[in-house]
């Protein structure tokens, strides 16, 4: 199974974008998935997770009410809506796949990242 991660780019402060992680090979029914930011720099931080299968999620306080993570079942993705986005939410964004943690070293599977860029 491979993660293929897209839907990063360049946003004003203040903008949206929606980040899609969805499963290549495989399915993400029985695993939980998780958002992790990595700005330049810094470690990888927990910004969010979601069960797959009864979609139950846990955000970390700096995103709660700007971030939202979904998942369509059918097509197999993970969805990570942010909105109201500020300078230092810029990072390198990866999903990973595997259990109910905001460790990273909970998860054992991950997708290649995309660039979220926000100008101020």
């Known amino acids: 199974v491979q993660l293929i991660v897209s839907g990063g780019g360049l946003v004003q402060a203040g903008g949206s974008l929606r980040l899609s992680c969805a499963a290549s090979?495989?399915?993400?029914?029985?695993?939980?998935m998780g958002w992790f930011p990595q700005a330049p720099g810094k470690e990888r931080e927990f910004v969010g997770v979601i069960t797959f299968g009864a979609g139950w999620t846990d955000y970390a306080d700096s995103v709660k009410g700007r971030f939202t993570i979904s998942r369509d079942i059918a097509k197999n993705t993970v969805f990570l809506e942010m909105n109201n986005l500020k300078p230092a939410d810029t990072a390198v964004y990866y999903c990973?796949?595997?259990?109910?943690?905001?460790?990273?070293?909970?998860?054992?599977?991950w997708g290649q990242g995309t660039q979220v860029t926000v100008s101020s």
């Open positions: 990973a796949a595997g259990g109910w943690s905001r460790s990273e070293s909970h998860y054992n599977l």
């Open positions: 090979g495989g399915t993400f029914s029985r695993t939980t």
